[in-house]
């Protein structure tokens, strides 16, 4: 049956082409209306096309698909399909139990201002693509896809499309979706750009795609105990409460977060309460943070994963500038993790939080932490309190290597550069740092006693940091907001991102070559000294090369900046069991009236 250059109408609530067990139906370039019902009721064909064509419903549904079993497949394209109903999406598929063929919709527009535009109910995959999808209705979401009880599951696929919905944008429930190219908006005060819905399991995949949250919602929010797989790479998200917001996933779930920015967010990336067999691997992600003075703010909030978590390569760089009041920001807040593996992550808060805490990184009965070769720093005056890192609550076992952390804060209450209370002292470890401080004392806490990081008091009583240094200036390329880079100088080579190629510069910076002896080094490149690079580019292809000379432990000496201004207190900083060359460095030219 062909329909071409036809005008159908119904001004009542009946069918205007209603089929069954038809070989083949096609419509092309046509116009069919009803009001009420199903405009297009089609029962079981084995092929169908729709083409150049309007189909449209005042106030019931204009296309019904439904018990589809195909011999080829259903196509519609370059088409408007369109209704005005809270009760009825414009699109119903309600199909078989073949997913060898498809419902196919390419450069269409599906609207339904009051309600669901596009409803994906059965098991024959769904294909969309250079289409666009909008609801204004506050209560349905644009696009919902869910398994109908007949059916093991839903599936769809999302490329290259725009969906908006002033409720969600995406809904899913027993779904399996894969989303990429696309442009996902959410604007209802509490909604989500995509919804993974109770009950039952969801398996999601987002590349390459933009998604924007109402105020108090997510880009990506999933309910408690439905999902099975979350991969999300490559996307930008905007806006809302959480950028992504998963809860309990579901026994071996896999959370893999890699390459997306997420700027506009209260909370970044938070992950609550994982079971053991779940694995959760987040690396390459740039988080923006803003402050909120009503709750803490948080670039990445991992709490209750009991198979811990990988967290690298990742930034958390604050651009805008606002108070907490008297709330914290965390770049990074781990509670009731073990076996956290935090490496070559990057976090940068020059002065934007003006009022409130900061934390750069704060454990939370996280025990067996692992954290090595980040960078850390953070400015600010008129703040409450201030750390580089918390271990705390019986965070038994933390181990930090090859970190450079630089702070210089004006707190009322209390700050250091390291703080360990009581309860997590047993088992930490802490060497082949550097730390830098605009405060001449430099503290660490360590039990709640203060002690020097630069007169040898820090090392004496807690045994740590022997082979950690503390020089005037950590040695990055840039600390300014919206042009961040942790690369360290090198009069040899540092590597510029822009370029892809090797800049010469006119200083060292010290943690050219200090870090652990014993870590590797193989993916830095020539020359690299033979040893690993602190911070969070050392051992990888963007390593800064070595300097000229060649010193496993230095003390800087200047009679005005510091850190150490007299050559005693240099040398009564260094442990005698020494590592490789140790170096005296004076950066001045001062008389120093000393022997040594």
Not at 301 to 326: E, K
Not at 380 to 401: D, E, M, P, R
Not at 559 to 577: L, N
Request: proline share 4%; glycine share 10%.
């Amino acid at each position: 049956v062909l329909f071409s250059n036809d005008t159908l109408t119904n001004a009542g609530a009946g069918y205007v082409i209603s089929s069954m067990n038809l070989s083949s139906l096609a419509v092309d370039q046509s116009t069919v209306t009803g009001s009420g019902g199903r405009t297009v009721n089609i029962w079981i064909p084995n092929a169908l096309s729709i083409s150049r064509s309007y189909l449209g419903n005042t106030t019931g549904t204009a296309l019904y698909l439904g018990n589809i079993y195909l011999a080829s497949g259903i196509d519609v394209a370059l088409s408007t399909i369109a209704n005005n109903s809270a009760s009825s999406p414009a699109v119903d598929l309600n199909g078989y139990n073949d997913a060898a063929h498809s419902f196919r919709f390419s450069d269409c527009f599906l609207s339904n201002p009051s309600g669901t535009a596009l409803l994906n109910e059965g098991s024959n995959p769904l294909v969309v693509l250079r289409s666009t999808i909008t609801s204004n209705s506050s209560t349905k979401p644009a696009f919902q896809s869910k398994k109908n009880a007949n059916y093991p599951s839903a599936i769809f696929t999302l490329d290259a499309s725009y969906v908006i919905g002033a409720s969600t944008a995406v809904s899913m429930t027993n779904s399996t979706g894969t989303i990429s190219g696309s442009y996902l908006i959410a604007t209802g005060a509490d909604n989500s750009a995509i919804w993974a819905a109770s009950p039952g399991f969801n398996l999601l995949r987002v590349t390459s795609s933009t998604l924007v949250a109402a105020p108090l919602g997510s880009e990506v929010a999933v309910d408690p105990g439905i999902l099975n797989g979350l991969y999300l790479s490559t996307n930008t998200f905007s806006g809302g409460q959480h950028g992504v917001l998963v809860a309990i996933p579901n026994t071996g779930a896999q959370v893999w977060l890699t390459s997306n920015t997420i700027s506009g967010a209260r909370v970044g990336i938070e992950i609550l309460d994982t079971p053991a067999s779940a694995r959760v691997f987040i690396a390459s992600n740039t988080m923006h943070p803003v402050q909120n003075v009503t709750l803490d703010a948080v670039g990445i909030s991992l709490i209750g994963l009991l198979g811990g978590a990988t967290i690298q390569n990742n930034s958390v760089y604050y651009r805008t500038p606002g108070s907490m009041g008297t709330r914290t920001s965390y770049a990074m807040d781990i509670s009731d993790t073990p076996g956290l593996v935090w490496d070559h992550n990057r976090i940068n808060n020059p002065g934007m939080i003006t009022g409130g805490s900061f934390a750069g990184i704060w454990l939370d009965n996280a025990v067996n932490a692992q954290m090595f070769n980040n960078d850390i720093h953070s400015t600010g005056t008129a703040l409450t309190n201030a750390y580089l890192v918390q271990v705390t609550n019986g965070s038994t076992g933390a181990k930090l290597y090859n970190n450079i952390v630089s702070s210089s804060f004006s707190v009322t209450g209390a700050s250091a550069t390291i703080a360990v209370d009581a309860g997590s002292i047993t088992g930490f470890v802490s060497d082949y740092n550097s730390a830098h401080s605009s405060n001449s004392f430099k503290s660490g806490l360590w039990g709640g006693i203060s002690l020097s990081m630069l007169d040898g008091s820090w090392g004496f009583v807690t045994g740590n940091d022997k082979n950690s240094g503390g020089y005037p200036t950590p040695g990055w390329r840039s600390l300014t907001a919206g042009s961040e880079d942790f690369h360290l100088l090198s009069r040899t080579g540092r590597f510029n991102p822009a370029t892809q190629g090797f800049d010469v510069d006119a200083t060292d910076a010290e943690g050219l070559d200090t870090g652990r002896p014993a870590d590797a080094y193989s993916f830095e490149t020539p020359l690299n000294g033979g040893r690993i690079n602190q911070g969070s580019y050392g051992n990888t292809v963007e390593a800064s090369r070595s300097r000229s000379y060649g010193c496993v432990t230095q003390r800087m000496v200047s009679r005005d900046a510091g850190p150490y201004r007299t050559v005693d207190d240099a040398v009564s900083s260094i442990w005698p069991d020494l590592v490789g060359h140790t170096c005296v460095i004076f950066q001045d030219g001062a008389t120093y009236p000393e022997q040594v």
